[in-house]
């Protein structure tokens, strides 16, 4: 089993080509806007707040109010126009989106790029919960998160000066506190310690189910948005791993199969699987956390 943290969704995709730019049937992203502290979009703003979508180059390409009403599964829906190639107001394989959310004056930052890979469906719709947090050096990062990281830094220098001694106050995103092979920003995004090596985002169990199904086991953490991704081939170039569906219990039928599970609480979570064996006697499942 592979693992796989993401700070949102893998937009997947056509190929572009080389020909002149032609618009594509929309994508469509949906999901739920929650601040730093998890709590309801509410809690963020009294109204009239609104998440955007940005290109690389800082151009808008959508916008959507983001509904206010309490226990929503989906408070927002960003219709992203796509084309064939490189265009000036439309998104295309390749390109990466930024995400703000605006309320008034006030701006909060989303963590994380997110690419538009080249396996995208124009037309589709794929799920990204957003965290809306103040975010004033545009590193993608919480300021409360890297607060509290400067705090942390400061006790574990004192506490483990052979192995922390030399970090500095700043915190660093792109660095790997705890050596496990997640960078301090994949801990940010999955939930986990970035000082501690044995809490990581990780697949606890995988066992045959009933009806043929398998059983996908791991620990989810509140207000995260959680995909299974498969393919056939371990070698990217032959079979890109793409989301497909799942059940959130062995013995549901398959027209109750969902997308995306939203984890509105702590704790471990087990999703079901069904392999399909007409396209390939081996298949791989890998988790996807934003």
């Not at 994380?112 to 103040?134: C, N, Q």
Request: glycine fraction near 8%.
């Amino acid at each position: 089993m592979k693992k796989a943290l993401i700070a949102g969704c893998i937009l997947s995709g056509l190929a572009a080509s080389a020909a002149p730019s032609v618009a594509l049937p929309p994508f469509t992203i949906t999901g739920r806007v929650v601040n730093y502290g998890r709590q309801s979009v509410s809690e963020v703003s009294s109204g009239n707040a609104e998440i955007r979508a940005y290109k690389s180059d800082g151009t808008l390409v959508a916008r959507s109010q983001i509904a206010t009403e309490e226990n929503l599964v989906e408070n927002y829906r960003l219709v992203i126009p796509l084309s064939s190639s490189e265009s000036p107001t439309s998104a295309s394989v390749g390109e990466k989106l930024s995400f703000q959310v605006q309320q008034q004056d006030v701006v909060y930052s989303a963590p994380g790029m997110f690419e538009i890979d080249s396996s995208i469906v124009p037309g589709g719709v794929a799920r990204m919960d957003v965290m809306a947090a103040a975010d004033s050096d545009g590193n993608g990062v919480a300021d409360e998160y890297e607060a509290l990281m400067k705090d942390q830094v400061a006790y574990y220098r004192w506490a483990e000066p052979a192995r922390y001694g030399s970090l500095s106050d700043a915190y660093d995103k792109d660095a790997d506190y705890d050596g496990d092979g997640v960078s301090n920003y994949g801990e940010y995004v999955a939930g986990t310690n970035p000082f501690d090596e044995k809490d990581t985002f990780r697949i606890l169990h995988f066992a045959r189910a009933e009806g043929g199904k398998w059983e996908i086991r791991f620990f989810a953490h509140r207000d995260r948005a959680y995909t299974i991704e498969r393919t056939t081939s371990l070698k990217s170039d032959e079979a890109p791993f793409a989301q497909g569906p799942f059940s959130e219990s062995a013995a549901a039928p398959s027209d109750k199969d969902v997308e995306h599970v939203p984890a509105v609480d702590v704790g471990v979570r087990s999703v079901f699987v069904l392999p399909a064996p007409s396209i390939a006697p081996t298949q791989f499942f890998r988790v996807n956390v934003q």
